[in-house]
Structure formats: structure tokens, C-alpha cells
């Protein structure tokens, strides 16, 4: 049973930086390929980042340049660097791992942290 911790959500104000981190207590972390999604109000769940368990990334077209994924293996955990922060980047953020033959959808999911950003 894998159970996905997310912190380090919070308030800030635009131009600023945040650094999300989920923790993965399953025994399989280094063989997951994990995501961050994010949901804002009204809208649908979005892929922002991944990275594959030999460490490729990839990130949507709206935080390229902004927002780096990363992972510890020795850790469990995998994190999130937000920088240059928007009023759009205000969503619950969720942290996903899919085993090697899932889709993300279909994997294990976070409850959420929380990201508001102010103008």
C-alpha cells in the first residue's frame, strides 16, 4: 500500500518561490515514475511535471524554465521547486506514483497541498 504525504504548500505573493515535497512510504519508490499535478478551482487536474525512475523529466509548457522535479531515492521523496510563482500557478497540488506498468492516472495519488498565490 503506498501512501503519498505531500508538504510545503502555503500563501505567497507573485514572484516568489515555494518548494513542495511528498514522501513516499511504499517500498517501491525507486522503481516509480512519479508526478505533480495541480487542480484549480473549476478547472480539470493537470500534469504539471514528471520524472522517470533514471531520472528524465518533463514539464508542461506553462512552468518550462520555472518549475524543476527531482527526486531522492534515499529518501523516498520526490520534490518540487517552484520559482517565479503566478496568481495562474494557484491550485491543490497533488504528488502521483505509477509502478512501471501504470499510467499516472491509475496510480497512487496524494491528498493535496494547497498553493495560492497573490497578486
Known amino acids: 500500500q503506498v501512501q503519498l504525504v505531500e508538504s510545503g504548500g502555503g500563501l505567497v505573493q507573485a514572484g516568489e518561490s515555494l518548494k513542495l515535497s511528498c514522501v513516499d512510504s511504499?517500498?517501491?519508490?525507486?522503481?516509480?515514475?512519479m508526478a505533480w499535478y495541480r487542480q484549480a478551482p473549476g478547472s480539470q487536474r493537470d500534469r504539471v511535471a514528471d520524472?522517470?525512475?533514471?531520472?528524465?523529466?518533463w514539464y508542461a509548457d506553462s512552468v518550462k524554465g520555472r518549475f524543476a522535479i527531482s527526486r531522492d531515492n534515499a529518501r523516498s521523496t520526490v520534490y518540487l521547486q517552484m520559482n517565479s510563482l503566478k496568481p495562474e500557478d494557484t491550485a491543490v497540488y497533488y504528488c502521483?506514483?505509477?509502478?512501471?506498468?501504470?499510467?499516472?492516472?491509475?496510480?497512487?495519488w496524494g491528498q493535496g497541498t494547497q498553493v495560492t498565490v497573490s497578486s
Open positions: 511504499g517500498s517501491h519508490f525507486s522503481t516509480n515514475a
Open positions: 520524472i522517470s525512475r533514471d531520472g528524465r523529466t
Open positions: 502521483v506514483a505509477a509502478r512501471p506498468w501504470q499510467q499516472f492516472a491509475g496510480g497512487s
